[in-house]
């Protein structure tokens, strides 16, 4: 497995940005496909995005096309989640996850950042 810590969360007000970086450290991080998640309070973990192991393809759930791009450093072992024109219901716990094979499960996590968006 992979160890992923996640960082880059933090308070801000609807309209602002932030990026997320999530730091694999163990098996090869190029071979992972990565993904975003979020949980918001009350609710389950939630998909956002995922990236491809080239980080060729990008997938991203509706509710943030066009706000936020997941992208990837394999040189940095590092996946990064840039939010633009955030809004109140962004508001979340956000977890990096690594997925070993294209269909297979998201098997590893790191432990979320928060990410707090205020109106």
């Known amino acids: 497995q992979v160890q992923l810590v996640e960082s880059g969360g933090g308070l801000v007000q609807a309209g602002d940005s932030l990026r997320l970086s999530c730091a694999a450290s163990?098996?090869?991080?190029?071979?992972?496909?990565m993904g975003w998640f979020r949980q918001a309070p009350g609710k389950e973990r939630a998909f956002v995005a995922r990236?491809?192991?080239?980080?060729?393809?990008?997938y991203y759930t509706d509710s943030v096309k066009g706000r936020f791009t997941i992208s990837r450093d394999n040189a940095k072992n590092t996946v990064y989640l840039q939010m633009n024109s955030l809004k109140p219901e962004d508001t979340a716990v956000y977890y990096c996850?690594?997925?070993?094979?294209?269909?297979?499960?998201?098997?590893?996590w790191g432990q979320g950042t928060q990410v707090t968006v205020y109106s």
């Open positions: 996850a690594a997925q070993a094979a294209p269909l297979s499960a998201f098997g590893s």
């Open positions: 990236i491809t192991w080239s980080g060729g393809n990008a």
């Open positions: 163990g098996r090869t991080f190029s071979g992972y496909g």
